[in-house]
């Protein structure tokens, strides 16, 4: 069964890899994936109770990620309907490449610690469209956001999902979380700015306006009012989960739904079909569904590989042959470029105990570091890649040549800092 389930996890992983050589949408390898790998567990599995049970379960984790994005990527969407992300643009008047990489690295990076880096990454990748025309720049830009995303999400608890586990999970705290994952957060997005931006030479092209086809056009106003309803919304949602304690996906939701009173009422006026485009219904229409559908089946092979135990065999494997915990979660950060980091630090809460390690014991901590940051070596090694390649249609080998190397640069050398760091002080 194991056997079986990895090879068609690696058959549909390199289909995936593979998209545009085979002419075959990412999305539909994912799902294969998705759905095969539960399609053989059921097969060896003689408690269909317990299957379903499993598989509920895990579907409604993954559910409350996709409302989530999908919400975000609506509240996003209906932000450049009405032209809100001009007024940050019209402010970065930068179009030198060695400087607006910068700019846009550290951007993402301090976002990212405030929302999370899926969200960021969906804002910042909409914030590149605007700013710069030519596909193939925009494109180094946005694997530079990736880095930035996720290096931003693990230095906060509400940053990253892996975070946020070990921190509802008891095993690390804010302030410690905070002091001690900043420096190699920093560094692990410092380090590929800097190459990257040694490489780049010229200014960037700004992207050209296109003529709506609406005939409503928002006045500075609106604008404004709509960028900042829509980043208070994103923002008020670790807010929301920290109050409620309901899962972020209801926060996304109640804020999709004021957003969509407001828009109704700022239109009430005006013709229906002019304003067909800037009101929410428009804006849930342009929401990019394949990549929503992707991530589904994604989440669902790995969901698979979870139950069959494959991915806690491989943990163990690591404890055995491995030994040194430093070099097992270093390579845990590895790994979880390849499958999602939720499961592996699932795996790593039950595999050490918080009695042997306590809070804010180093283990924990480098976890977070790892699992985050690691996820960038691959485009589809986090929520950021995902939502990344599904937006700018990035090519999975096309990300392996210019930004892996980056990217592994930069968790190395992070990891680095927080050993360093650990043994100093």
């Known amino acids: 069964m194991t056997t079986m389930i990895v090879t068609v996890f690696v058959i549909c992983y390199i289909a995936i890899a593979m998209e545009h050589s085979l002419h075959v949408n990412k999305t539909a390898p994912a799902l294969i994936a998705g759905v095969v790998t539960w399609v ?58 060695k400087r607006l990489i910068w700019i846009i690295s550290f951007l993402t990076f301090f976002l990212s610690a405030i929302l999370d880096n899926l969200t960021t990454t969906i804002v910042m990748v909409s914030l590149l469209r605007k700013l710069i025309a030519d596909k193939k720049d925009r494109l180094l830009f946005t694997g530079m ?93 670790p807010v929301f989960k920290y109050f409620t304690h309901l899962p972020p996906f209801m926060g996304i939701l109640l804020g999709v739904a004021v957003l969509w009173v407001y828009t109704d009422y700022l239109h009430r006026k005006s013709n229906p079909n002019d304003v067909k485009k800037v009101s929410l219904v428009g804006a849930i229409h342009r929401v990019d569904l394949s990549s929503i559908l992707f991530f589904l089946g994604i989440l669902l092979a790995v969901a698979a590989l979870e139950v069959s135990h494959v991915l ?15 070099l097992i979660v270093l390579a845990i950060g590895f790994l979880s470029s390849v499958v999602d980091n939720v499961p592996l ?13 306590p809070m804010d014991d180093q283990l924990w901590q480098f976890l977070a570091y790892c699992a985050g940051t690691g996820g960038s070596i691959l485009i589809i090694g986090s929520a ?25 640069t930069g968790y190395l050398a992070g990891a680095a800092i927080f050993v360093l760091e650990r043994l100093l002080f």
């Open 40 to 97: 053989i567990y059921s097969y060896f599995t003689p408690d269909k109770a317990l299957l379903n049970f499993e598989l509920i379960e895990h579907m409604g984790d993954i559910s409350s990620i996709l409302f989530f994005l999908f919400g975000a990527m609506t509240i996003v969407e209906l932000i450049d309907a009405h032209d809100g992300f001009e007024l940050v643009t019209d402010k970065i008047q930068q179009t030198q490449k």
């Open 145 to 237: 956001v990736v880095i930035a995303a996720n290096a931003g999400g693990v230095w906060t608890p509400i940053g990253d999902v892996t975070t946020t586990m070990l921190w509802i999970g008891g095993q690390i705290s804010s302030a410690a979380t905070i002091s001690h994952l900043f420096l190699p957060a920093i560094a692990s997005v410092t380090i590929p700015a800097l190459i990257l931006s040694m490489q780049m030479k010229g200014t960037v092209k700004r992207s050209h306006q296109l003529e709506k086809e609406s005939k409503y056009t928002p006045n500075k106003k609106q604008k404004r009012n709509m960028l900042v309803l829509g980043v208070l919304t994103l923002i008020s949602v």
């Open 312 to 326: 806690i065999d491989v943990s163990q494997w690591l404890e055995t042959s491995i030994g040194d915990q430093r």
């Open 345 to 357: 630090v699932a795996a790593a809460q039950g595999m050490y105990d918080i009695a042997q390690f």
């Open 384 to 408: 950021a890649g995902v939502a990344a390649m599904g937006m700018e249609k990035i090519n999975f080998f096309w990300y392996v040549k210019h930004i892996s190397l980056l990217a592994v």
